[in-house]
Nanobody
Framework: VQLQASGGGLVQAGGSLRISCAAS????????VGWFRQAPGKEREFVAT????????YYSDSVKGRFTVSRVNANNTVYLQMNILRPEDTAVYYC????????????????????WGQGTQVTVSS
């Protein structure tokens, strides 16, 4: 599966932004999709993951309550709705796909996601 993230941009603190991850291939519904982000000089960190059917979502503590991950398998797209954005949310956001089962204890393990998109820049100004 090939992934492409889009929708990033510049937003003021407190604002909202929705980014998308579009996938190619008819097997998209077989993959759990995760969002990770990487700020300059920092490691890529887990943000959120949604299960294959969309019935389970997982979030990092730093975004829980502000971000919502969703998917429309018919459109091969996963979304990340980001609300109440903070300057510390500034990063390049990447989507990754993982096949098989997903549970809370492993969602943040980056190496389990075998396919990655190119990333989209999100900048939050103070």
């Amino acid at each position: 599966v090939q992934l492409q993230a889009s929708g990033g941009g510049l937003v003021q603190a407190g604002g909202s932004l929705r980014i998308s991850c579009a996938a190619s291939g008819r097997t998209f519904s077989m993959y759990n999709v995760g969002w990770f982000r990487q700020a300059p000089g920092k490691e890529r960190e887990f943000v959120a993951t949604i299960s294959r059917s969309g019935d389970r979502q997982y979030y990092s503590d730093s975004v829980k309550g502000r971000f919502t991950v969703s998917r429309v398998n018919a459109n091969n797209t996963v979304y990340l709705q980001m609300n109440i954005l903070r300057p510390e949310d500034t990063a390049v956001y990447y989507c990754g796909a993982k096949s098989g089962e997903i549970i809370g204890t492993i969602v943040a393990i980056r190496r389990l996601y075998k396919f990655w998109g190119q990333g989209t820049q999100v900048t939050v100004s103070s």
